[in-house]
């Protein structure tokens, strides 16, 4: 794979909803109320339920390996959530938009890819960055 720093990854978009919530809640046993109790979420000072953060970083790691085609290929992966994805109770859910872009290749066959992520105009994911094999 040729790669050069300033390459830009093909974009994905993501609807999550909370159906999806309640399925990475079942998977990751991260049963929080706010990720499913519209009335908790608010009591405790959020707009609504909020998707798991960790939900969210996954979903941004696909960009990188649907483009590397491998996930084996991710060797390392950091994120600091920095807003939270606010997910309504609708059949469409949150749009989440997440672009990348290789910003250092290095010479041992690896390079650094440099994600953001964005919800409502807004990132939610700060120094999303991940190291992979090319």
Known sequence: MS?????QLPPVTVHVTR???VRY????????PIHWNERFAKEVGL?????HGMLTMALAGRI??????????????YVRFTRPV?????AEGALVEF?????????NGTARVDITAKFDGKTVLGKAQ???RL
């Open 130 to 132: 991940t190291v992979v």
């Open 19 to 21: 159906e999806q919530l």
């Open 86 to 90: 606010v997910v309504p109770d609708d």
């Open 64 to 77: 990188v390996t649907d483009w590397l085609g491998d996930p084996g290929k991710l060797l390392e992966y």
């Open 99 to 107: 672009t990348a872009k290789v910003a250092e290749v290095r010479d």
């Open 25 to 32: 809640a079942g998977a990751s046993g991260d049963f929080n």
């Open 47 to 51: 707009p609504d339920v909020i998707s």
């Open 3 to 7: 790669v050069e720093v300033g390459t």
